[in-house]
């Protein structure tokens, strides 16, 4: 038997995984266990629950895996301040001193932690083309991975074959996709590596108004999707800032304030990178099936969490067959540095599964009903039990009359989306859930689009594509059958688009009729597979509102004490942990922290 730990730390996302021969046992963000968004520290917390998980002590890890090659970036921060010179001079110290007992002895912080295991270093987009391909159902794949940057390269194009995974191609630094898009998402006023799913979000209020611009002078694209920056507009090889006042005028003026209001020139923006991104996405698509003639495709890296891009992808045809790593970022890497060291090490075949090897990304912790009795009871909280023969109609009742529900079970997930067990949920038939959940519950900015869980089998009646989307990765359109006409609002701009209902889900439906997309099966999540079947059993609708168990600027919750406090804290109406119900109105309002947005840095 071989215990493989992966690890990925010291930039952003840090997480551990472990394998039981080339079997995902757990996996887990050290920011779920700190409670600090984007944690970047050594996950030693996740560590430890993956090895509870697996039922072993460090000692019994015979591998691990580190996501990429510290030396290598160290060469590369090097190298790109001797090309700066004199510019960047605080940067570059800042980047040497996380060096010191950090990245620069990451080697001997494993080694002390796991001294009779086998260290393995694998490179960065390595790590990424791995996460992607060795869980995936495909035994033959082309493999793309985008990102900002790992050591040097930006962008790589991979096969695998069996157990083999070779890179054919990469990009490098600093001609990089995702740094692009974090220029834009800075420029937007958010925040680079944790606010690029809003500058999406944002772009169906816009126009693409600056997409030709952005062709013209930031970037030279070839037919095979390579790229390169015109660096005189740029700033983040020697700055901290993305972009430079060159950068600003091109576009007329300065950028967005954080937290000041959006204009149309950010939704113009936002929608304008977006199709550039789109656009540069099918090229280098279609140069991996060149080079590869799979059938096939698998995406990791940070861009691969653009599921508008992915969905357009998926439309294109350039492939048959894809599948999308769900924890894509960081985080992934840890998964994938555990498979490269497993593999490295043993000659067994790797056999692929029909689905995925993932386990429906349900690879963090879970608590039984005995620890949440005991927490209600400790704690003197007021609930109800029932049954599995009562549970899930009650809860779909409770969520019909238009509450909002804390939703809390089995094990927590692997990556960004909440996929139905740290879930907060909602009626998607209602016209003011969106703005409800969004202002009162999440306390995050209100042009920001919610997702729709649908039953697997129902998907095709409501959207437009038919391939399963398990992940939430993928952007269809709401079928026209169930629009609404909007013939009073066509005048509206932006954010106003809002207040128009634009079908028979509108709590699901972006301005330009697309949603981001859960096919929920039976298989991979049976408990909220038959809540949104006893919802379509009283509603005639098979879908569920799906969010993240968190407010803005906190991680999804991971523990009960998490979701206890979390829904004591916002507007929801109800909390389902298990199969006990805890109701808003009969909680005791005098235990709350009303000071507790302190605690969270904003997103």
């Given at each position: ?22 079997e995902?046992?757990?996996a887990a ?13 050594f996950?030693?917390e996740?560590?430890?629950y ?18 990429e090659?510290?030396?290598?970036k ?17 940067a ?11 990245k620069g ?14 260290i393995h ?16 159902p495909f ?21 695998g ?16 996709l ?14 680079v ?5 809003k500058?999406?979000?944002?772009a169906?209020?816009?126009e ?15 037919e ?10 740029f700033s ?7 972009t ?13 304030q ?5 204009t ?11 199709v550039?991104?789109e656009?540069?996405v099918?090229?280098?698509a ?10 096939n ?30 924890a ?26 029909k ?10 912790p ?11 009871r ?26 909002v ?5 089995g ?43 649908v039953?697997?089998?129902k ?9 399963e989307s ?30 128009v209902p ?11 009729y697309s949603?981001r997309?859960?096919?929920v099966?039976e ?12 919802f ?18 906190e991680?999804?919750?991971c ?18 942990m ?10 005791n ?7 507790w ?6 997103d």
């Amino acid at each position: 038997m071989t215990y493989t730990l992966g690890l990925s730390a010291y930039y952003h996302d840090s997480a551990a995984c472990i394998l039981k021969n080339s079997e995902i046992v757990a996996a887990a963000q050290e920011e779920r266990f700190t409670r600090i968004k984007h944690d970047a520290g050594f996950p030693l917390e996740a560590i430890r629950y993956c090895c509870q998980e697996a039922g072993i002590t460090f000692s019994d890890i015979n591998l691990v895996g580190y996501y990429e090659i510290p030396k290598l970036k160290l060469d590369r921060l090097t190298k790109t301040f001797e090309h700066y010179v004199p510019l960047g001079f605080d940067a570059f110290s800042n980047a040497i001193s996380k060096w010191v007992g950090g990245k620069g002895d990451v080697r001997n912080e494993i080694r002390n932690l796991f001294p009779n295991a086998s260290i393995h270093f694998n490179e960065h987009h390595q790590s990424h083309a791995m996460s992607a391909y060795y869980p995936s159902p495909f035994d033959d794949s082309a493999i793309l991975t985008i990102d900002g940057v790992g050591e040097w390269a930006t962008t790589t194009v991979s096969h695998g074959i069996g157990n083999e995974l070779n890179i054919l191609k990469e990009l490098h630094f600093p001609h990089s996709l995702g740094l692009l898009y974090s220029a834009f998402t800075a420029f937007t006023g958010f925040r680079v590596n944790s606010g690029e799913y809003k500058v999406m979000g944002l772009a169906p209020y816009g126009e693409a108004k600056y997409a030709q611009k952005i062709f013209d002078e930031l970037i030279d694209i070839k037919e095979d999707g390579s790229l390169r920056l015109n660096m005189q507009y740029f700033s983040f090889p020697y700055c901290t800032e993305m972009t430079n006042d060159k950068f600003a005028n091109l576009f007329g003026g300065p950028g967005r304030q954080a937290e000041s209001d959006l204009t149309q020139r950010e939704m113009d923006l936002a929608r304008s990178v977006q199709v550039v991104v789109e656009e540069v996405v099918q090229r280098m698509a279609g140069h991996a099936f060149e080079i590869t003639k799979s059938q096939n495709l698998c995406l990791a890296g940070g861009v691969a969490l653009n599921c508008v891009s992915n969905g357009k992808l998926l439309k294109s045809k350039i492939f048959k067959n894809i599948w999308i790593q769900p924890a894509s970022g960081d985080a992934g890497g840890a998964l994938g540095a555990a498979f490269g060291a497993y593999f490295k090490n043993n000659q067994r075949k790797r056999s692929a599964e029909k689905n995925d090897s993932m386990k429906g990304s349900f690879l963090g912790p879970k608590f039984s009903a005995r620890e949440i009795s005991e927490f209600l009871r400790v704690r003197s909280i007021k609930h109800i039990h029932l049954d599995d023969s009562n549970l899930f109609s009650k809860v779909a009742e409770i969520i019909s009359a238009e509450n909002v529900v804390g939703w809390f079970q089995g094990r927590m997930e692997f990556g960004p989306r909440a996929l139905g067990n740290r879930s907060i949920l909602g009626d998607p038939r209602s016209c003011r859930m969106q703005e409800v959940m969004n202002l009162k519950i999440k306390y995050r900015e209100s042009f920001r689009p919610f997702a729709p869980a649908v039953l697997a089998h129902k998907q095709a009646e409501w959207f437009d594509f038919d391939s399963e989307s398990p992940y939430m990765l993928l952007v269809g359109d709401i079928l026209k059958k169930h629009h609404i006409d909007v013939a009073s609002g066509k005048d509206l701009f932006g954010i106003e688009k809002l207040k128009v209902p634009r079908s028979s889900i509108p709590a699901v439906t972006h301005v330009d009729y697309s949603a981001r997309v859960q096919s929920v099966d039976e298989k991979r999540n049976p408990l909220f597979y038959k809540l949104i079947s006893e919802f379509e059993n009283l509603t005639g609708v098979p879908i569920l509102i799906n969010t993240s168990f968190n407010v803005r600027g906190e991680p999804p919750v991971c523990s009960i004490e998490d979701a206890y406090t979390c829904f004591m804290r916002t507007e929801m109406d109800f909390l389902v942990m298990g199969n006990f119900i805890l109701d808003k109105k009969e909680m005791n309002m005098e235990d709350v922290d009303h000071d507790w947005r302190k605690e969270f840095t904003l997103d």
